[in-house]
């Protein structure tokens, strides 16, 4: 399932003293099985760019073809679109609002329609995809969770409607560290183990340069680059004039090397850099042994 988007732009407000383009003639073709990281600066247009993708918004024009369904046209159904593309939120945790855990995941199928056991094997599916323990969470309220499985919670909700799409707006903001690790593997799961295509919204380049095979960045609402994190990653200036930098490790990793260490600079994670260092101080010692 392929998402195309053609000659999108949106506009807030026409024809009034506050009328805002939001995006701008965007391009944009996202394979099945894809992940990608969609990242920017606040106000560049990645919220107004992910509502489209599941009818939310309406394009001032443009085309939005969901599986060779161009969802912009009349008569199309929306409830079918959102089957298929899933949205998360950010903070979708203030969306839970039932008494357990297992009735808020629940809400959505129930709301396809769908018959009590197909109900019960989707929020069972949905609660191992996200790692909760049906048996143990299914009674527990969503309230007395801590912030990152509240989230889970949230994020279940979506996947409960077995979409083939996940699409997720910035979904370890205001998490703490350990929160921030869980929600990205758990992520990276779905797409690996269940195959789901995954749009990130991010703003963290250490996230993005960690899961994502292909990187966009928007900037006032057009895609200002995208590609592989390697090459993404290359383009430094324009990623710094437009507010965006790359990771530290990678900056770090630079830097060793214009001072001549033999390190690779296309290195996006810690532990990527660790092995890098690891490296260079078992030459160092080898070569001192050599010396010896
Ligand atoms: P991002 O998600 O990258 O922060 P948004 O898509 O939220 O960007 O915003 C893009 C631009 O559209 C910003 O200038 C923002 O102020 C404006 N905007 C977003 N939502 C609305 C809205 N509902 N009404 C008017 N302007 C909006």
Do not use: W
Request: hydrophobic share 40%; no cysteine; glycine share 8%.
């Amino acid at each position: 399932m392929s998402i195309k988007i053609e000659n999108l732009t949106h506009i807030y407000m026409p024809k009034t003293p506050f009328e805002k383009k939001a995006l701008d003639d965007v391009n944009l073709y996202i394979e099945d099985g894809e992940f990608i990281a969609l990242i920017g600066h606040t106000g560049s247009g990645k919220s107004t760019l992910i509502q489209h993708l599941n009818g939310l918004l309406e394009p001032s024009s443009g085309k939005i073809i969901v599986d060779d369904i161009d969802i912009t046209e009349k008569g199309v159904k929306l409830s079918d679109i959102r089957k298929k593309v899933g949205l998360v939120f950010q903070y979708p945790e203030y969306q839970l609002f039932e008494e357990t855990i297992e009735k808020d995941i629940a809400f959505g199928p129930t709301n396809l329609g769908l018959g009590q056991e197909e109900i019960l094997v989707r929020v069972k599916r949905a609660m191992e995809m996200v790692g909760l323990d049906y048996d143990k969470y299914k009674d527990v309220s969503p309230f007395e969770l801590s912030g990152g499985q509240k989230r889970r919670v949230a994020i279940a909700g979506v996947i409960a409607m077995e979409p083939k799409v996940l699409i997720l707006d910035e979904p370890t903001a205001g998490l703490d560290p350990k929160g921030r690790e869980d929600i990205l593997a758990q992520i990276k799961k779905l797409h690996d183990e269940y195959k789901m295509t995954i749009i990130l919204v991010s703003h963290s380049m250490e996230d993005v340069g960690k899961l994502a095979k292909r990187i966009v960045v928007m900037n006032h609402g057009k895609v200002a680059l995208q590609g592989e994190p390697k090459d993404v990653f290359k383009e430094i200036d324009t990623l710094e004039e437009i507010g965006l930098g790359v990771p530290q490790v990678t900056y770090l990793m630079r830097e060793l090397k214009r001072r001549g260490f033999n390190v690779s600079d296309e290195v996006f994670t810690v532990e990527q850099g660790k092995e890098e260092l690891l490296k260079i101080f078992v030459n160092d010692k080898k070569s001192n042994m050599g010396e010896k």
